[in-house]
């Protein structure tokens, strides 16, 4: 049976204008490693089987986006091996479920404006990273987040905070990262606000490489 990924949209809280353009691009990534694309913002989907989907991806999703049956669900998937890819505000999710903190790994604080800046690749051993040069420039929102997650992931990407404005975790500031939490591979960027990500061919192949990850289609873990 050939793989499937779920991608997940719902918002309760803050709308990113860029998730139309976001899935789409997914949709088209996901074809070219051979995976076909269910797309959803209903919680109603996570109340039904989900073996059937090699991964699931939240797409800058916020605020409380599942069901109680939904949560078991999920966990359920990741106890079973399914991958977990997060996008943007994915981090901005589920405030009030410590499991999905854990599989997350970091949660969103703030950001300052959007605007340039420059994301120092800390590992190439990694599909979504291995493309990148050692710096790369990019225009984001540059999240903050509670806590580092260092120590409890593997971190890909930081943010160079004397690289932009308003940068608020100091040296210790990372923005990509994956782990083997609870059964089965996870992915974070916290790139992807605006739609011109999406039409970059450099931030495509780094989610390219996040979906081959948490998919394993196309390469190993990382």
């Known amino acids: 049976m050939t793989p499937r ?105 703030r950001h300052p404006a959007y605007q340039g800046g420059r994301v120092i690749i800390e590992d190439h051993g990694h599909p979504a990273t291995r493309h990148l040069p050692p710096t790369w420039e990019f225009t984001d929102e540059w999240y903050d987040f509670r806590a580092s997650p260092r120590g409890s992931v593997r971190v890909l990407a930081s943010a160079d905070e004397s690289s932009y404005e308003g940068g608020g975790m100091g040296a210790d500031h990372p923005l990509v990262w994956c782990h083997e939490h609870g059964g089965g591979p996870m992915f974070y960027t916290a790139l992807g606000h605006a739609d011109e990500a999406y039409a970059d061919p450099v931030f495509r192949a780094h989610l390219q490489g996040g979906l081959r990850y948490v998919t394993g289609l196309g390469e190993a873990h990382g």
């Open 5 to 109: 990924l779920l991608i997940y949209s719902r918002t309760t809280a803050y709308r990113h204008a860029s998730i139309p353009v976001a899935v789409a691009a997914l949709r088209e990534l996901a074809a070219g490693i051979g995976c076909p694309v269910a797309a959803t913002e209903d919680p109603g989907a996570f109340e039904q089987d989900l073996s059937g989907y090699a991964a699931i991806v939240f797409l800058s999703t916020s605020g409380d986006v599942l069901t109680p049956a939904g949560r078991a669900a999920l966990r359920a998937h990741r106890w079973g091996g399914g991958g977990f890819m997060g996008v943007h505000s994915a981090a901005c999710t589920e405030y009030d479920w410590p499991y999905y903190g854990e599989l997350i790994g970091a949660r969103f604080d």
